[in-house]
């Protein structure tokens, strides 16, 4: 049923605004959870193990719940189910590619900054190419290729020019090297 009142029609900018702000914390609570694993080689696969618990807790029990409670029918057409699970496998990548590219001892911030900026400018295209503007590619108007160059610089701009982070702790230095995986000299018996 559709929603009409004003109230209800602006709703989806507070969820927008409420991802923008859970992923924006993503990268750095992974990373913390990562390192807090005191594991230098399988630390980063043990946060993201936990990751997918939470998935499961989050995307699985929640709107399954939803679904019995609301009495819905479980039919569920092929075609919707292969699109949302094709997005499930391209998420699930995606947050593996954001640990294994702190593993590769990408900064946080920088990591962040080239996905969120990056994220939007592909979706972008890939909307335009799935679901072309009436007109085609030429009736696509300059505000919206500037966006894209805006959204490409200011990442490029964010992850160059990042704050220096301050000196670490005793006990952030003790945590970080926990990470490190161990060189080939240390790995002899």
């Given at each position: 049923?559709?929603?009409t009142?004003?109230?209800?029609?602006?709703?989806?900018?507070?969820?927008?605004?409420?991802?923008v702000?859970?992923?924006?914390?993503?990268?750095?609570?992974?990373?913390?959870?990562?390192?807090?694993?005191?594991?230098?080689?399988?630390?980063?696969?043990?946060?993201f193990l936990?990751?997918?618990?939470?998935?499961?807790?989050?995307?699985?029990?929640?709107?399954?719940?939803?679904?019995?409670?609301?009495?819905?029918?479980?039919?569920?057409?092929?075609?919707?189910?292969?699109?949302?699970?094709?997005?499930?496998?391209?998420?699930?990548?995606?947050?593996?590619?954001?640990?294994?590219?702190?593993?590769?001892?990408?900064?946080?911030?920088?990591?962040?900054?080239?996905?969120?900026?990056?994220?939007?400018?592909?979706?972008?295209?890939?909307?335009?190419?799935?679901?072309?503007?009436?007109?085609?590619?030429?009736?696509?108007?300059?505000?919206?290729?500037?966006?894209?160059v805006?959204?490409?610089?200011?990442?490029?701009?964010?992850?160059?020019?990042?704050?220096?982070?301050?000196?670490?702790?005793?006990?952030?230095?003790?945590?970080?090297?926990?990470?490190?995986?161990?060189t080939?000299?240390?790995?002899?018996?």
């Open positions: 049923m559709p929603e009142t004003s109230s209800t029609s602006s709703m989806w900018i507070t969820f927008a605004l409420l991802t702000a859970c992923w924006g914390v993503y990268g750095i609570f992974l990373h913390t959870g990562q390192v807090n694993m005191g594991d230098a080689v399988n630390g980063r696969y043990k946060a936990w990751v997918g618990i939470a998935y499961v807790l989050i995307a699985v029990l929640a709107p399954a719940a939803l679904l019995w409670f609301s009495g819905a029918t479980w039919t569920m057409p092929g075609k919707g189910v292969g699109w949302s699970l094709l997005a499930g496998v391209v998420g699930a990548v995606g947050a593996f590619c954001v640990l294994l590219a702190f593993g590769a001892k990408g900064h946080p911030a920088v990591v962040m900054s080239i996905i969120f900026a990056g994220a939007p400018i592909v979706n972008a295209l890939v909307t335009i190419a799935m679901h072309p503007p009436a007109g085609g590619w030429s009736s696509i108007r300059w505000p919206f290729v500037l966006g894209i805006l959204a490409a610089c200011g990442g490029m701009l964010v992850t160059l020019y990042k704050p220096a982070a301050p000196a670490p702790s005793s006990a952030t230095a003790a945590a970080h090297a926990l990470t490190r995986a161990p080939p000299a240390e790995r002899r018996p």
